[in-house]
Structures are given as structure tokens and as C-alpha cells.
């Protein structure tokens, strides 16, 4: 059993699969952060149709909320903004966690190629394991 | 005091200068475009990208924001700079500074809440189109290189950030594209056609015109815009940053900042400048906190301008406008679509119109003022909307007022009253309404006058705080009335 996961959630359905694959790996004693990462280039639309960034990413992550809650999961919440990927690196390596999960995106395979997804570039630079749930 | 100037320049200093240099990088291509925009030499906006970065980042209220000539002041100079020359811009860029400075005493940070989303939507929108179109010329019927170098810009801007970000696109396009333009040739126009460089600091300058009443106004009405439209965009901006940092920043000693920042710059052959919306982001992106990230900016701006200023003019011009491209694709807020469908019709109305008006005056400055006029209008016709119920009680009349009544709402909220009663008590309560201007009193006065020609006796019950106090200075009720 993992003593501290860090989960990296943007909300998406994949993340809240990787939410509902730590459950399988915790026990009373395990605390998980969930990381929502904010992304700066989201400013512009946050000012201009007058959202508040930081509550609309709490809406996003309300399911795996939700569902922690409900099975009594210790969990903690962290805000932090800038580009997903090195947030992610960032965050695990200034605190003591045991491992990262994330979600996959699901992209194809051109798609895979051309971008380089979250998940794989965390995997390459993280220092600690990385879970990629599919 | 001393606190606060660390943390404002010496917080993490390594991060805020690489952040510097990046910004730096993407600002020369944007500064040189603007130039010509505006029609005048690569040097001034370049130069104006230098000062207005370094001063704004002593005297500017939001640490972190990047300012440096922007389009949308570019696009307003077209007409003064073909008519008269440039060393009326210089001049109508230190008339802006004083006007924004004076704008930044009065406080005129705070009325700038009161320009709608609606008309801030439809300003970045306008701003993205026309440079956009201004972009055209470079593209369009120069020859099959010059769309070869567009084409191939524009990839390089889009697949290069997938794969590393580190060194900013913009920069990787220039470079490349400029060397091969320089050992393989092309037919194409580069920036030293349109202009010189001068591998020099700016120096000081008295603007070579006349000072004469003539001068003020044939300036004053583009002074006025730039300001405005400066303002606009920079308190935009520090919103962004605001919101990109989680932090508060002070909009008076912002516009009080551009202004300085301007006026000098105008006394030292630069153009009139503001706050960047896409250059900031890339700043705050990139780790920048301080104000050392901004002055970076635009020391190490001027440094390349020194150093690598003959392979400047080698640029090839369709290099600058593929990358003006996608930095209007950037500008341009897609949620518009999304905006029309949902936002309800009048702001949609309102974005819309001052799209329109901005597009077809060329004056973005214009466009906001009208935008601001139109909603103001729809807001007060919105909040204007009095209803008045009647009861009849033991023979005797209550008439309930409900909602705002100020100079827009009285005549409808009169329209519902019937006059016909005769020798009754009437009370007029007013538990649910608000008098807000002499107006309403008037109107009040009249609409009791009314009663009492008729030889009923009128009661006026229940006001407010506020409007009890309007009342008692202005209205002719007597005690009687208001027991």
C-alpha cells in the first residue's frame, strides 16, 4: 500500500478513471493529493467571460470528489498553475510522495506522435513511479 | 518599503530573467511589425518597445506585465503618421502620456470596471481582425516564395511548441528562415525594404514640429484614442496577470505608469505603447513574478538590436507576417462562438457593434466608447422596468411601487397610474422601489399634485433610507405627506 499518491486530475473522464484505479491501492492510513493543474493561457478566457478559474476547476473535479468522500479516502486538494506537464514533475518532486497517477488521454496513434501527451512526458521525467491509468 | 522592492525585482531572480529573454525574443518580430503598420521606420517601435518595457518596469503597477508598442496603438497612428509624418507621432505619444498620467490622478483605473465583458470581448476581437487584414499586404500577390516562407512559418509556429518550448517558436522560424533566405535567396521583401536599423540606443529628441495651437489639434484627437485605447488594453492585461499570478495589483498606479512610460518614450523617437496580452502570458508562462522579468525584456531587446542589427534588415517580410498570424489567432477569442449562442442577446448585440463600429472607423478608441454607450443603454433600459400594483382598501386606494425610479423609469412607471380617483386617502408606498435622482422626485411631486387636484388626499409611505433623503432636499411634500 502506497503511504501518499499524488493524482494528477484535469477533470477529464480519464482522470476520473485513474481516481477510481487508487482505490485499489490505498488503505485508512494513505493520503492522496489530488493536483489540478490551471493553466496560465486560461486567464485571457477567465477575464473576458468573468469565470473564476479556480472555482470552475473545483466544479470540474467534484465527481472524484464525490466518489473520495463517499469512500471515505483521505484526500487533500492542491491548486497550482502553469503548463501541466512540468507542474506535475514539480509538485512530486517537493513532496514526499510514493508515486504519481494520472489518466491517459486516449490519443491516437498520429496524434501520440506529433503532440507527446501529459502522461508520457511525466513518465520520462518524474523521479518517482508513475501509474498511467487507460 | 524595502520589503517590497525585494520582492518586487529579487524574488527568484534567475527564473524572471530567462523569462526576460524569452519575451525579449518574441517581442522583436512584433515590434519591427508594428512599425510598419504604423508606417514608420522598424526603429521606432522598436525603440518604444525598449523604453516603455524598461520605465514601466519601475513606475508600472503590475510586476510581471509585459508593455512595448503594441498594434493597437500602431493601428490607430495610420492616418497622423501618412498625413503628417512621424515626428507627429512623437509628438501625439507624449501628449498620450500626459493624458494618461492625468487620467491616472483622477483615478480612472476604477472606471474602467464599468466597460462591460461584451465590449472587451468585441475589442480583442477587432484588434485581432485588423491586424490580421494589415497582415494581408505582406501575403498576398508578392511572389510564390513569399507564400512559400508564410506557409512554412506558420508550420513551424504550430508543431514546434509540441515538441519542445524551451526556445519560443517565433524565434526558431526567424533564424531559420532568415539564414535561408540569406545563403539560398528568395524573391521576397525583407524589413530593410521597408526601413533602416540603426544599431544605436535612442537618444533625446525635441519633436520637430511646429508648437503651435494648429499641432495640438491636429494631435489631440489621436493622443486622446491612443490613451484610451492604451488604458484599455493594459488594464485588460493586469487583469490577466491577476488572475495568471492569483495576485492584486494597483490599476491607478498602472495607468499613472503608462503614462510616464509613454511621455518619455515620445521624447525619444519612440511610438505610443501599452500592455501585451499574449506577451505577458508568455512572461508569467514562463516563471516571471517580478519586475526584473520585464526590464530584462527590454534591455536584452535592445541588446540584439545592437548586436545583430544588420540581420535584421535581412528578415524576410513574410516571416513577420506568418508569425503576425498566428499571434492574431492567438489574440482572437474563440469563445466568441460559444459567447453568441449563450451570453443574452443585448451583450452579444453590444460585442458585436463595437466589432463593427471599430472595423468600420479603423479606431478601436471609438469602438469601446460606443460599446460602453450601447450597454449603458441596455442597462438602464433593463433596470428601468417600475411596476406599480393598485389595491383597494376600505374605499380608499394603495398604490405599490416596485423597482428603480430614476430619469428612464418615470415615465413608464407614471403610464400606469390612473388619474380618475376622487375626494379618497391615497397611499403611494414605495416599501419596494428606490428614488435615485431629482427626476424621480419630480416625478413624484407630480404624480401627488395630480391626486390632489382631484381633491384626494395622498399619503407617500415607506421610503428608504437614501430616498427619504432625496426627498426631504428636494421635493416640495410637506410633513403631511410623508407621515
Same mark, same amino acid.
Given at each position: 500500500?502506497?503511504?501518499?499518491?499524488?493524482?494528477?486530475?484535469?477533470?477529464?473522464?480519464?482522470?476520473?478513471?485513474?481516481?477510481?484505479?487508487?482505490?485499489?491501492?490505498?488503505?485508512?492510513?494513505?493520503?492522496?493529493?489530488?493536483?489540478?493543474?490551471? #493553466?496560465?493561457?486560461?486567464?485571457?478566457?477567465?477575464?473576458?467571460?468573468?469565470?473564476?478559474?479556480?472555482? #470552475? #476547476?473545483?466544479?470540474?473535479?467534484?465527481?472524484?470528489?464525490?466518489? =473520495?468522500?463517499?469512500?471515505?479516502?483521505? =484526500?487533500?486538494?492542491?491548486?497550482?498553475?502553469?503548463?501541466?506537464?512540468?507542474?506535475?514533475? $514539480?509538485?512530486?518532486?517537493?513532496?514526499? =510522495?510514493?508515486?504519481?497517477?494520472?489518466?491517459?488521454?486516449?490519443?491516437?496513434?498520429? #496524434?501520440?506522435?506529433?503532440?507527446?501527451?501529459?502522461?508520457?512526458?511525466?513518465? $520520462?521525467?518524474?523521479?518517482?513511479?508513475?501509474?498511467?491509468?487507460? | 518599503?524595502?520589503?517590497?522592492? +525585494?520582492?518586487?525585482?529579487?524574488?527568484?531572480?534567475?527564473?524572471?530573467?530567462?523569462?526576460?529573454?524569452?519575451?525579449?525574443?518574441?517581442?522583436?518580430?512584433?515590434?519591427?511589425?508594428?512599425?510598419?503598420?504604423?508606417?514608420?521606420?522598424?526603429?521606432?517601435? *522598436?525603440?518604444?518597445?525598449?523604453?516603455?518595457?524598461?520605465?514601466i518596469?519601475?513606475v508600472g503597477g503590475r510586476?510581471?506585465m509585459?508593455s512595448?508598442?503594441?498594434?493597437?496603438?500602431?493601428?490607430?497612428?495610420?492616418?497622423?503618421?501618412?498625413?503628417?509624418?512621424?515626428?507627429?507621432?512623437?509628438?501625439?505619444?507624449?501628449?498620450m502620456g500626459i493624458i494618461q498620467i492625468i487620467l491616472g490622478i483622477f483615478k480612472v483605473g476604477k472606471l474602467l470596471k464599468f466597460i462591460p465583458?461584451?465590449v472587451m470581448?468585441?475589442?480583442?476581437?477587432?484588434?485581432?481582425?485588423?491586424?490580421?487584414?494589415?497582415?494581408?499586404?505582406?501575403?498576398?500577390?508578392?511572389?510564390?516564395?513569399?507564400?512559400? !516562407?508564410?506557409?512554412?512559418?506558420?508550420?513551424?509556429?504550430?508543431?514546434?511548441?509540441?515538441?519542445?518550448?524551451?526556445?519560443? @517558436?517565433?524565434?526558431?522560424? *526567424?533564424?531559420? *528562415?532568415?539564414?535561408?533566405?540569406?545563403?539560398?535567396?528568395?524573391?521576397?521583401?525583407?524589413?530593410?525594404?521597408?526601413?533602416?536599423?540603426?544599431?544605436?540606443?535612442?537618444?533625446?529628441?525635441?519633436?520637430?514640429?511646429?508648437?503651435?495651437?494648429?499641432?495640438?489639434?491636429?494631435?489631440?484627437?489621436?493622443s486622446l484614442?491612443m490613451a484610451i485605447v492604451g488604458l484599455v488594453e493594459s488594464l485588460l492585461t493586469a487583469r490577466?496577470?491577476d488572475?495568471?499570478?492569483?495576485?492584486y495589483s494597483s490599476k491607478n498606479k498602472e495607468s499613472r505608469g503608462q503614462g510616464i512610460a509613454n511621455f518619455?518614450?515620445?521624447?525619444?523617437?519612440?511610438?505610443?505603447?501599452c500592455a501585451?496580452?499574449?506577451?505577458?502570458?508568455?512572461?508569467?508562462?514562463?516563471?516571471?513574478?517580478?519586475? &526584473?522579468?520585464?526590464?530584462? @525584456?527590454?534591455?536584452?531587446?535592445?541588446?540584439?538590436?545592437? &548586436?545583430?542589427?544588420?540581420?535584421?534588415?535581412?528578415?524576410?517580410?513574410?516571416?513577420?507576417?506568418?508569425?503576425?498570424?498566428?499571434?492574431?489567432?492567438?489574440?482572437?477569442?474563440?469563445?466568441?462562438?460559444? !459567447?453568441?449562442?449563450?451570453?443574452?442577446?443585448?451583450?452579444?448585440?453590444?460585442? *458585436?457593434?463595437?466589432?463593427?463600429?471599430?472595423?468600420?472607423?479603423?479606431? &478601436?478608441a471609438?469602438?469601446v466608447i460606443?460599446?460602453v454607450?450601447?450597454?449603458a443603454?441596455?442597462?438602464?433600459?433593463?433596470?428601468?422596468?417600475?411596476?406599480?400594483?393598485?389595491?383597494?382598501?376600505?374605499?380608499?386606494?394603495?398604490?405599490?411601487?416596485?423597482?428603480?425610479?430614476?430619469?428612464?423609469?418615470?415615465?413608464?412607471?407614471?403610464?400606469?397610474?390612473?388619474?380618475?380617483? !376622487?375626494?379618497?386617502?391615497?397611499?403611494?408606498?414605495?416599501?419596494?422601489?428606490?428614488?435615485?435622482?431629482?427626476?424621480?422626485?419630480?416625478?413624484?411631486?407630480?404624480?401627488?399634485? +395630480?391626486?390632489?387636484? +382631484?381633491?384626494?388626499?395622498?399619503?407617500?409611505?415607506?421610503?428608504? @433610507?437614501?430616498?427619504?433623503?432625496?426627498?426631504?432636499?428636494?421635493?416640495?411634500?410637506?410633513?403631511?405627506?410623508?407621515?
Amino acid at each position: 500500500m502506497y503511504k501518499s499518491i499524488l493524482l494528477a486530475a484535469d477533470g477529464s473522464e480519464n482522470s476520473f478513471r485513474a481516481a477510481e484505479e487508487t482505490l485499489n491501492f490505498i488503505n485508512k492510513d494513505t493520503m492522496v493529493t489530488i493536483l489540478n493543474v490551471i #493553466q496560465i493561457e486560461k486567464s485571457k478566457d477567465a477575464v473576458l467571460h468573468g469565470e473564476n478559474t479556480v472555482k #470552475q #476547476q473545483k466544479e470540474k473535479i467534484a465527481k472524484i470528489i464525490d466518489l =473520495y468522500n463517499k469512500e471515505n479516502v483521505n =484526500y487533500n486538494v492542491i491548486f497550482e498553475r502553469g503548463l501541466p506537464d512540468e507542474t506535475v514533475v $514539480k509538485v512530486s518532486n517537493n513532496g514526499a =510522495y510514493n508515486i504519481i497517477v494520472l489518466g491517459n488521454r486516449g490519443l491516437n496513434a498520429l #496524434q501520440g506522435m506529433m503532440m507527446g501527451s501529459v502522461s508520457h512526458k511525466v513518465a $520520462k521525467r518524474a523521479n518517482i513511479p508513475v501509474m498511467i491509468v487507460k | 518599503m524595502i520589503e517590497k522592492f +525585494k520582492r518586487e525585482w529579487l524574488t527568484s531572480p534567475g527564473t524572471n530573467i530567462m523569462a526576460g529573454i524569452v519575451v525579449a525574443l518574441a517581442l522583436i518580430p512584433e515590434a519591427i511589425a508594428f512599425s510598419i503598420i504604423a508606417g514608420v521606420d522598424p526603429m521606432v517601435g *522598436l525603440y518604444a518597445s525598449f523604453l516603455i518595457a524598461v520605465i514601466i518596469s519601475f513606475v508600472g503597477g503590475r510586476p510581471a506585465m509585459i508593455s512595448a508598442a503594441t498594434g493597437a496603438v500602431a493601428l490607430l497612428v495610420v492616418p497622423l503618421v501618412r498625413e503628417y509624418g512621424v515626428e507627429y507621432l512623437f509628438a501625439a505619444t507624449i501628449l498620450m502620456g500626459i493624458i494618461q498620467i492625468i487620467l491616472g490622478i483622477f483615478k480612472v483605473g476604477k472606471l474602467l470596471k464599468f466597460i462591460p465583458n461584451s465590449v472587451m470581448i468585441g475589442f480583442v476581437n477587432a484588434l485581432a481582425i485588423m491586424i490580421f487584414i494589415a497582415q494581408l499586404q505582406h501575403i498576398f500577390g508578392i511572389s510564390f516564395d513569399t507564400y512559400i !516562407y508564410v506557409i512554412i512559418t506558420i508550420a513551424i509556429l504550430y508543431v514546434l511548441p509540441r515538441f519542445f518550448k524551451k526556445i519560443p @517558436a517565433p524565434l526558431v522560424a *526567424l533564424v531559420v *528562415l532568415t539564414s535561408c533566405y540569406i545563403f539560398f535567396g528568395a524573391e521576397v521583401r525583407t524589413v530593410g525594404d521597408l526601413g533602416a536599423i540603426e544599431k544605436s540606443l535612442p537618444s533625446f529628441i525635441i519633436p520637430d514640429v511646429p508648437y503651435t495651437l494648429e499641432t495640438l489639434k491636429i494631435i489631440f484627437p489621436y493622443s486622446l484614442s491612443m490613451a484610451i485605447v492604451g488604458l484599455v488594453e493594459s488594464l485588460l492585461t493586469a487583469r490577466i496577470v491577476d488572475n495568471a499570478t492569483d495576485t492584486y495589483s494597483s490599476k491607478n498606479k498602472e495607468s499613472r505608469g503608462q503614462g510616464i512610460a509613454n511621455f518619455v518614450t515620445g521624447f525619444f523617437g519612440g511610438m505610443g505603447g501599452c500592455a501585451m496580452i499574449g506577451q505577458s502570458v508568455i512572461n508569467v508562462r514562463s516563471g516571471a513574478t517580478t519586475r &526584473l522579468s520585464t526590464f530584462t @525584456a527590454g534591455v536584452f531587446l535592445m541588446l540584439l538590436i545592437i &548586436l545583430f542589427g544588420d540581420l535584421v534588415v535581412q528578415i524576410p517580410m513574410p516571416i513577420l507576417a506568418g508569425i503576425m498570424v498566428v499571434v492574431t489567432i492567438s489574440t482572437f477569442d474563440w469563445k466568441t462562438f460559444k !459567447y453568441m449562442k449563450k451570453a443574452p442577446r443585448t451583450d452579444v448585440f453590444v460585442m *458585436l457593434i463595437t466589432v463593427a463600429i471599430i472595423l468600420a472607423t479603423d479606431n &478601436l478608441a471609438i469602438g469601446v466608447i460606443a460599446g460602453v454607450f450601447f450597454s449603458a443603454i441596455f442597462f438602464a433600459t433593463k433596470i428601468s422596468k417600475v411596476t406599480v400594483t393598485k389595491e383597494l382598501i376600505n374605499n380608499n386606494y394603495v398604490f405599490y411601487f416596485e423597482g428603480q425610479i430614476f430619469f428612464a423609469s418615470i415615465d413608464t412607471m407614471i403610464d400606469q397610474l390612473e388619474f380618475k380617483k !376622487y375626494d379618497k386617502d391615497i397611499l403611494l408606498d414605495f416599501s419596494k422601489a428606490h428614488l435615485w435622482d431629482d427626476s424621480a422626485v419630480d416625478a413624484i411631486d407630480t404624480m401627488v399634485r +395630480k391626486f390632489e387636484d +382631484k381633491g384626494n388626499t395622498v399619503y407617500v409611505d415607506q421610503l428608504n @433610507a437614501d430616498s427619504r433623503k432625496i426627498v426631504k432636499e428636494l421635493s416640495q411634500l410637506n410633513e403631511q405627506h410623508l407621515t
